[in-house]
């Protein structure tokens, strides 16, 4: 019994902790795709707004949110 409830909080974890290793490798994407973005001013800004915001809720433990608004960006950028 122990054992199965053991079992079943690390599946619980270990998916939240892999997402918030993604944030940072998304932000580096993101990041690496600016520079040579072809993007409209206003897409420009909404990816550095998306990008800013997807590293504050990263920041702040909300890395669902954090993959959402990363998500958006690099759906912008086409990446």
């Known amino acids: 019994m122990l054992r199965s409830i ?3 909080i690390l599946l619980t974890i ?3 902790s892999a997402f918030a ?3 940072p490798t998304q932000m580096a994407a993101i990041d690496a795709a600016l ?3 072809s993007l409209s001013e206003a897409d420009m ?3 550095k707004e998306l990008r800013q915001q997807g590293e504050d ?3 702040s433990g909300d890395h ?3 993959e959402a ?3 958006e960006a690099k759906q912008i950028l086409g990446i």
């Open 14 to 16: 270990a998916p939240a």
């Open 21 to 23: 290793n993604s944030c």
């Open 35 to 37: 520079p040579t973005a």
């Open 6 to 8: 053991s079992l079943a």
């Open 57 to 59: 809720l990263h920041n």
């Open 69 to 71: 608004a990363l998500g």
């Open 64 to 66: 669902a949110g954090s």
């Open 45 to 47: 800004a909404k990816v």
